[in-house]
Nanobody, 116 residues
Framework: QVQLVESGGGLVQPGGSLRLSCVAS????????MAWYRQTPGAQRELVAA???????NYADSVTGRFTISRDNAANTAYLQMSNLKPEDTAVYYC??????????WGQGTQVTVSS
């Protein structure tokens, strides 16, 4: 049984920073692509950042240069370091694990609010 537990969300001012964490249990973490998605009310869920099993990252244009995705395979944990946050970054952020077999898993989401 695969479970993803997210943490690190909260309320920050514009220009501030947050680090999101995702701990995976019951999974072969090191074989999976890890990704962070986000979703706002009325919008589709969008890919924010992804990192391959080998550690190669990819970012959405809107966050390039501000966000950094990383993973610690020994700890079954992935991170999203967010800096220079903007109000438009406000969303529920979801952790995702995807395997080459086509199977993926989702966390329950953590709220990030950027506001003065």
């Amino acid at each position: 049984q695969v479970q993803l537990v997210e943490s690190g969300g909260g309320l920050v001012q514009p220009g501030g920073s947050l680090r999101l964490s995702c701990v995976a249990s019951g999974s072969v973490f090191y074989l999976a692509r890890m990704a962070w998605y986000r979703q706002t009310p009325g919008a589709q869920r969008e890919l924010v950042a992804a990192i391959t099993s080998g550690g190669r990252p990819n970012y959405a244009d809107s966050v390039t240069g501000r966000f950094t995705i990383s993973r610690d395979n020994a700890a079954n944990t992935a991170y999203l370091q967010m800096s220079n946050l903007k109000p438009e970054d406000t969303a529920v952020y979801y952790c995702n694990l995807w395997y080459p077999s086509g199977t993926d898993y989702w966390g329950q989401g953590t709220q990030v609010t950027v506001s003065s």
